[in-house]
């Protein structure tokens, strides 16, 4: 019985890519949505540690900003991987790690395109990614950037994440930062 529950969808998906042969290949077939499960919201707050000081920072800049506009940092290319953790202290559980890079990419004030992806590492979401990509404008309280995908857990993800400095040592250049994300997905 269970045997032919596991065979049945299976058989589904072969007719839809029979189907699919006379439109010109077996390339790509329709599936129906209905395959998917209930959509859900989860939230998820982390604390996302860009450490540039000491013996093993987690963020590099590899790319230094461009002379004329290095008061915004414009130009300039950070590659990271930050530990996320579930707390404000570094010590607290780590959760994840924030992997990507942030550019300098405005002239005129300080905004950074960041471009990563919050690997999870704990529960039922090892392994699972979401993707975000925005402009975060790293001196005003709250930024706002887009949740562009995931994997895993998150596949077909969308959504936010709302950034809050935490706090930012002027003289190190390390800082912590609040995410709280805002994620649709399957
Ligand atoms: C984290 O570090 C602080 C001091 O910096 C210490 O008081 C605290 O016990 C540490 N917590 C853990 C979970 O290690
Ligand atoms: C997460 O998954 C990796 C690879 O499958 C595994 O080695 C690791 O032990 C897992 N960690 C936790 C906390 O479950």
Known sequence: MSKLILILPAQILLL???AS???GGYFASTMNPKRLQKEKLTHLRVYWHDIRSGQNPSSIMIQPPVKKYSSTYFGSITMIDNALTSDVPINSTVVGRAQGFYAGASQHETSFLMAMNFAFKTGKYNGSTITILG???VLSEVREMPVV?????FRFARGYVEARTKSFDLKLGDANVEYNCFVLHY
Do not use: K, L, P, V
Request: aromatic share 8%; net charge negative.
């Open 149 to 153: 995908g995931g994997s895993g857990i």
């Open 16 to 18: 839809a890519i029979f």
């Open 21 to 23: 042969a006379e439109d």
């Open 135 to 137: 402009r975060n404008t």
